[in-house]
């Protein structure tokens, strides 16, 4: 699969090293992402998401360090690239949309000039050209009435509308590869619909592969093509959507889809994982998992399992699907 790979992290562990102790955020982590295609990244909080996204970025700040791995994107490795040469890959050949427009957004400035100012640092337009650029890159990702939003400030928006100009930002210069960090989480449920189906159109028009990190195993089935699950620093399932949510092989994996609540089913109370998820500075040997996996072996305690396939393109990282 990694010969037609466009995006490979192969053995990813970022740690940050604090006060308390060496917290190992990442430890292992591994998935692709093919050209055109949508990827999903699902798990509770503190698994690892958004610093996977951050790492593939190079925007992870100290105390946080990538300490080992590989990033091939376009099988160039971004861990090797200089800081200038990462300046010119965000945004041109990967870009993020994160979860709070308002935080991202500059408060007094107005939204076209941030808009702006893409075409003025990686094109070096001159603002006459940014401009004409800025309005007409609004134009096709149809924000309505242009001129007039250009002008005017983020907080004069609404919350979806802020997340469209977070879209425009982000997709300016037709980067091959976007992270969405849980676009919607701020959003009402019917703007939600919306902008989903407003990313939708805009990776068919753009032809763009994606990343999505979110909590929601509904977006994941409604956007994407594959999926990796990830728990306490590692990827522990990763394959086809309908493979993973439908017929899910790890433990945790058949764990988060049970606490999903259904229209079909009257429970008076939701299922939960038992447990918490471990302390990084001082995780689990073996599987993390084990401590709350209620399938857990004696192996399991002592032995860390790899990736194993168990389907065409359907990885699993559990003893139980061992030899």
């Not at 995006?7 to 055109?36: H, I």
Request: hydrophobic share 35%.
């Amino acid at each position: 699969m990694e010969e037609d790979s466009f995006l490979t992290v192969r053995d990813l562990k970022t740690q940050f090293f604090t006060y308390e102790g060496t917290v190992q955020a990442l430890d292992g982590v591994n998935f692709q992402v093919k050209e055109n295609e949508a990827v999903g990244l699902v798990g509770e909080t503190g698994c690892g998401k958004s610093v996977t996204a951050l790492s593939i970025l190079r925007l992870v700040r100290p105390p946080g360090y990538i300490v080992a791995g590989e990033i091939l994107y376009k099988k160039e490795n971004l861990l090797s690239k200089t800081e200038q040469e990462m300046r010119t890959i965000r945004g041109k050949g990967i870009s993020m949309v994160f979860q709070d427009p308002t935080n991202c957004l500059n408060p007094v400035m107005k939204v076209g000039d941030q808009i702006s100012e893409l075409f003025i640092h990686h094109q070096k337009s001159s603002k006459s050209e940014a401009r004409k650029e800025t309005l007409e890159l609004m134009e096709n990702l149809d924000l309505p009435d242009a001129r007039r939003l250009y002008g005017q400030y983020p907080h004069e928006f609404s919350g979806g509308m802020r997340q469209r100009i977070m879209l425009a930002i982000a997709l300016g210069l037709r980067p091959g590869l976007v992270i969405f960090d849980e676009p919607t989480t701020n959003l009402d449920v019917t703007t939600q619909a919306e902008i989903l189906e407003y990313i939708k159109q805009l990776e068919e028009k753009y032809e763009m592969a994606s990343i999505w990190i979110t909590h929601n195993l509904g977006i994941v089935a409604n956007m994407c093509d594959r999926v990796a699950v990830m728990y306490a620093g590692s990827v522990v399932e990763v394959g086809g959507v309908s493979k993973v949510l439908l017929n899910p092989a790890h433990p945790y994996t058949q764990m988060l889809q049970k606490c999903v609540p259904r229209l079909n089913q009257e429970k008076k109370r939701l299922e939960v994982i038992s447990g918490t998820v471990p302390d990084l500075t001082n995780p689990p040997k073996g599987c993390r998992f084990h401590p709350r996996c209620p399938l857990a072996m004696e192996k399991c305690k002592t032995e860390r399992p790899g990736q194993m396939e168990i389907g065409r393109e359907h990885l699993v990282a559990c003893w139980l699907h061992g030899k």
